[in-house]
């Protein structure tokens, strides 16, 4: 089982629509969590962190769900520009080798 | 906003020859990455870099990659001898702390072994 899985899209949804991205982990030791998105051939840019009680900013909500080892991200009223590929990523405090990148979602937004 | 700058941003190289990626990391930052990826795959870890020294290796971090930080800035990734296998692109990242730090990615360089 991949440490980090993610759907792999691609999701294709009109300007204006809710999106809803799941990602899943398998190491019950990780402790931080991240969203980052990637446009392409370009560096993946942070777009939030994600914490136990959750957490917002302004169109993105972050949940983490520890008993089932999944992460979610939803992009309301989504943007031309949110389309990208979104990576979920895991790390553990102990070991640097261990922040791990999901293969991430692509998302394409039309008109 | 500080950023971590990578040099070149395209380098073309043939096979059998070194390569030099370079990197300057966030001032303040202590950790230092590199990561690849290859066109259409996930980032890969490659090494990270603590106190002068490596903390970390992957794998793929065999005995024709080694890094080195030069002087007080620069942080660099060199690849011995090239094979067609290591075009990628290749991002340094750098934290202030471990773990619960988010990585601060360079923009890259786009490495075409031919």
């Known amino acids: 089982r991949k440490e980090v899985e993610q759907d792999p899209g691609p999701f294709n949804v009109p300007e204006g629509a809710t999106v809803a991205f799941n990602c899943t982990y398998s190491n019950s030791a990780s402790q931080s969590f991240f969203w980052y998105r990637q446009d392409c051939r370009k560096e993946p840019k942070l777009l939030m962190s994600v914490y136990s009680s959750g957490n917002e900013d302004g169109r993105f909500t972050a949940q983490l769900n520890r008993a089932s080892q999944y992460i979610s991200l939803l992009i309301r009223d989504s943007k031309l520009s949110d389309s990208a590929t979104y990576l979920c990523?895991?790390?553990?405090?102990?070991?640097?080798?261990?922040?791990?990148f999901g293969s991430g979602t692509r998302l394409s937004i039309r008109p | 906003e500080p950023e971590v700058t990578q040099t070149p941003s395209h380098q073309v190289t043939q096979m059998g020859q070194e390569v030099i990626l370079r990197c300057v990391p966030i001032?303040?930052?202590?950790?230092f990455y590199w990561y690849r990826q290859i066109l259409g795959q996930k980032v890969e870890f490659l090494v990270s870099?603590?106190?002068?020294?490596?903390?970390?290796k992957s794998e793929i971090f065999d005995d024709q990659f080694s890094v080195e930080r030069p002087d007080g800035s620069n942080f660099t990734l060199k690849i011995r001898s090239t094979k067609l296998e290591d075009s990628a692109m290749y991002f340094c990242a750098s934290t202030p702390g471990r773990g619960n730090s988010p990585l601060h990615f360079g923009n890259g360089t786009r490495l075409t072994v031919t």
């Open positions: 001032s303040n930052h202590l950790y």
């Open positions: 990523v895991v790390s553990r405090y102990s070991s640097a080798s261990k922040i791990i």
């Open positions: 870099f603590y106190n002068n020294e490596i903390s970390e």
